[in-house]
Every structure is written in C-alpha cells, then in structure tokens.
C-alpha cells in the first residue's frame, strides 16, 4: 500500500484545515487507516482512525470534537478535517494503514504496516 499524505501548512489559531492521504495498492475491507502525528521532540501519537469498510472510528480525547476523520472509498481517500486549531496541534501529521482492532492495536503505531510522508501543520497563536 502506498500513501500519499497532503493538506498540510499554516494556519492562525482557532482556524482549520482539511488533510488528505490518498491509497493506492491493496485496500482490503479489512483495512484500518489511521493518523498519527509527531511534534518537534515527543513520540509519535494517535489522532484518530477509521475502518476501511463500514466506516468505524475511533479519537484521541484530545481532538474529540474538533477533529473529523471521513473517508471517500470511490477515491481511496481519507480526510482529517482539523477545527478550532490550537498551537499544541502543530506537528507532522502521518497516515497510515494496517489491519486490527480499531479499539486496541490500532491506535499504537506498532499496529500500522506502512506510512505516508508525513504534511506539516503548524499552528501560530
């Protein structure tokens, strides 16, 4: 599977942006994608996933209610819909898919088998 993370850039507090991780080669009904970000310094962390077939998903708290994870299968798309922005939020956002249990393996990193690049998001105050 390869991934195609996009939509990143600069954006005042309190605004929004709208991230994009296009999928090509081996989409399964029983793929999880995800997204994750890494700040300057800090591990790696889960943001929210979504289930390739019948749409389930899953937050971190931190981003419940400010953040939306939506896909387009037609398009092998998944979208990250980022709100309310905070300067906490800037990072390198990553996509990424894999195959497990959304509530448990999937919100660890070690649960993805590929990656995308990676697009900045920064946030200033």
């Known amino acids: 599977v390869q991934l195609q993370a996009s939509g990143g850039g600069l954006v005042q507090a309190g605004g929004s942006l709208r991230l994009s991780c296009a999928a090509s080669?081996?989409?399964?009904?029983?793929?999880?994608m995800g997204w994750f970000r890494q700040a300057p310094g800090k591990e790696r962390e889960f943001v929210a996933a979504?289930?390739?077939?019948?749409?389930?998903?899953r937050y971190a708290e931190y981003v419940k209610g400010r953040f939306t994870i939506s896909k387009i299968t037609a398009k092998s798309t998944v979208y990250l819909q980022l709100n309310s922005l905070k300067a906490e939020d800037t990072a390198v956002y990553y996509c990424?898919?894999?195959?497990?249990?959304?509530?448990?393996?999937?919100?660890?990193?070690?649960?993805?088998?590929?990656w995308g690049q990676g697009t900045l998001v920064t946030v200033s105050s």
């Open positions: 990424a898919a894999g195959s497990g249990l959304i509530s448990t393996t999937m919100v660890r990193p070690s649960g993805y088998n590929y």
């Open positions: 979504i289930k390739w077939s019948g749409g389930s998903t």
């Open positions: 080669g081996g989409t399964s009904s029983n793929t999880v």
